[in-house]
């Protein structure tokens, strides 16, 4: 089973545009949550991932940060191991 994968992105967001491009280039399933004029959700991302900035990206459960982390970790050969993990860990959601 493919491990979940959720991002949270905002609108004219170029580095959103790429995490999305690469996973759609890899064939990966994926939940956009669009953050864009949500302050509140913005804050409880930032209050759970460290980070203020979009996208951040999630996978299996486990935060993995935004673009260039993912895509370093495409570099890396270590992408694909994360895509395809247990898919135990689920996605934070955020509040309504």
Do not use: H
């Not at 994968?5 to 280039?25: D, F, H, M, P």
């Not at 689920?90 to 509040?95: L, M, Q, V, W």
Request: with cysteine; aromatic share 8%.
């Amino acid at each position: 089973m493919a491990a979940q994968v959720t991002i949270y992105t905002r609108q004219w967001c170029g580095y959103c545009s790429a995490a999305e491009r690469l996973l759609k280039n890899k064939g990966v399933a994926f939940e956009n949550i669009d953050l864009t004029g949500d302050n509140a959700r913005r804050k409880w991302l930032a209050d759970l991932t460290g980070r203020t900035t979009v996208p951040q990206i999630f996978i299996g459960g486990q935060a993995i940060g935004g673009f260039d982390d993912m895509n370093a970790l495409e570099r890396a050969g270590k992408l694909d191991a994360l895509l395809a993990g247990p898919g135990s860990g689920e996605n934070p959601k955020p509040p309504r």
